[in-house]
């Protein structure tokens, strides 16, 4: 299925960005996203992709979580760059997570 392997791709980026840029409070994320993607690899049919939809929720709580994570730097363009794929990830992951599933 190319969803699972756009959606691989995407939690890759978010998993590499959390471990180069987050701090211990992003530590339940990156366990996550590890979680998502060990099911990813395991992947057979849209039921799965169901349950890596209710994982996938779980990284956006109320505070906090992958909805607040991002990259500061003084440097506004500098900033807006690193930030793109996270928030590109985040909208591509969802679009695929609650779409036509």
């Known amino acids: 299925m ?17 471990i180069l840029y987050g701090d211990y409070s992003n530590t339940p994320q990156i366990s996550t996203i590890r979680l998502i993607l060990d099911k990813l690899d395991k992947c057979k049919n849209i039921d799965d992709l169901e349950e890596i939809r209710k994982i996938n929720d779980s990284l956006y709580p109320p505070r906090g979580g992958l909805g607040e994570f991002y990259i500061w730097d003084n440097d506004y363009d500098k900033r807006m760059l690193l930030n793109e794929p996270i928030d590109k990830a985040k909208d591509i992951t969802w679009n695929i997570l609650n779409t036509d599933l």
Request: hydrophobic share 40%; aromatic share 6%.
């Open 2 to 18: 190319e969803k699972i392997s756009i959606l691989k791709t995407q939690y890759h980026i978010l998993l590499e960005s959390l």
